[in-house]
């Protein structure tokens, strides 16, 4: 039914004629290329990290100021390649300086790491506000260029445009300004949710009655006869499960939903107005529209079009699970009005349990980190026949694995695993990147940074589904990050389709082959065929009220952005939403938009995670058609998906794998509840 329209569109208004140079007949001056990556080994103390991002920025400034005083012909061969080391090289130290601040050990270089990604943003605004570059670049003959390079550089010069290289000097100095604010505030904002971990104290051992052996066990009393229970992850998110109390999940939750408030409001308030006005000098109405611009979906229009469609299919099965919960409440607590957001968990866990019969205290004996680790590593070198090999280098932490990726004899891309919670360490679950990868340039590296129990201890099933996701980002950045210029290699494809290949290595999971060749409990026992059975007929239980509370924070954060922010209240506008998407009402005296990280790196654009699962659920329809261990399926995915990267729209990469344009309407059916 939806068809995506192909993406990079200029818009006319924002097209600036190229000035031309005078030509200059002498031989053409030669300029810098060099690539510089972060070694870690280098970067052992904060010191360590800001000498080499001292220098690194003046190496970065001087060589931005020969490409700014060329008197040469641009070409590709020479200025082009100049040009592109210097983003390639300014990407790698800010984004290894930006990964170091989320999970380093040492506080000290954590800042140390967040002022050097202030630092080298100033360089990367000043780079895309210089009418030089611009001017030259626009000047490059693209007459024999292969089509790769002609979209990079065509790219290149939309983002130029995007970033207000065409105003004049005044308000290029006032946009350099709000850049340089927009970084800081928004590390305040990340800051400000990471170091804020609560506490909740239980009295004693009997109010952890639900809760499994292993977590009780963890959880002893401390010196005072207290348990104590923090909003981190693996401990907050069991306790919503399983905890009996519903007075103390109710407690939880309000804690959970207090994070980072009040600090965060006025932050938030700043963000906005930051980038509101940003967005206005650039010539857009509103941030939202300055950040859809380069996007699949193209306009903040055509995402609540999106987000109306979605609602639509959800609301009756929304509606059924409600009901089914709310009439399971009531075999409990015969006067229960209504279900309430802290007993969602707990509620549905219980209906999987005794309707599906699908314990999760038992599917999570099947699954512990190493035995999930490993069966991810067999399934990703299976489909794609490649090979994951210890690599020996140096990393932050002892906690912290690295591992090779091998084709053939080759080895393509390096990455590390940091997969367990630490005081100061980012605390949800992303890939960090380390170095984009050039064809015989520079490897790709990156890092998965999660919070999962370790070793043998047993993992929520949901955290393994977080762990297919995450490594489906991994590889996307290991198979793309070989092409020839930066900003088509890595995950530079459209923000809108990045989740795509993340969502879609999700659907593994519920393959039998390939989870029961790693889901093995304490006595080797693999998962019974019947459990994944029914695991499979429960897992859309919940798609409905899920799917509406994801519209919702793509909806919050929309909102955020599309309009001016001095209208908004923060409360009042959460409250609204969260009314219109879902069946539950914020906590009295909870501000959960204040730890709602995405609000700062995602800005206006949640809805990608939607946009881009539609897109993932059309592609799963060709390894559903041909079996889901089909290797030659897996390698026109790599192929003509991943590989390619960003050299191309997302639209031509998926619509050449499905060898048709891409539809939505797989997703309807899902989310309607259709599943043939
Ligand atoms: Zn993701």
Known sequence: MNKLATVITLSTALILSACSKSEAPQETPSLPVRYAVIDLADIATAEALTARCQEEEGLFRAHLAELETFSGTPAIEGYYQSLDSLFSSLGNLSSAAGSLAGVHPDEDLRDAGDACSQLLTKVSTDMSLSRPLYDSVSQIDLANADDATKYSIEKLLLSFRLAGVDKDDATRERIRELNDEIVAIGQEWDRNIRDDVRYMELDSVDELAGLPEDYIAAHQPNDEGKIVISTQYPDVFPFFEYADNDARRKEMATIYRQRAYPQNEEVLRKLLEARYELAQLIGFNNYAELVTADKMSGSPERVKEFLAELKGYTGEVQDKEYDVLLARLRQDEPDAERLESWQRSYVQSKVRREQYDVDSKVTRQYFNFNNSRDGI????QELFGVRIQPWETDTWHEDVESYELVDGDDVIGRFYLDMHPREGKFQHAAMFPFVNGIDGKQLPVAGLICNFPRGEELMQFSQVVTFLHEFGHLIHWQFAGHEDWSNISGISTEWDFVEAPSQMLQEWVWDYDTVSQFAKNAAGEALPKDLHSRMVAARDFGLGMGTRGQLSYASLSMSMYDRDPKELDFDALNAEITSEYTKFSPIAGTHSWAAFGHLNGYSAIY?????????????????????????????????????????????????DFLGRDISFEPYADRLRGKTD
């Open 377 to 380: 590593f067999a399934l990703v």
């Open 607 to 655: 809805y990608t995670y939607q946009w881009s699962l539609a897109i993932a659920t059309d592609m799963f329809t060709e390894f559903e058609k041909a079996g889901l261990r089909n290797v030659e399926v897996a390698g026109a995915y790599r192929d003509k998906v991943l590989a390619v990267g960003g050299s191309r729209s997302a639209n031509d990469s998926v619509t």
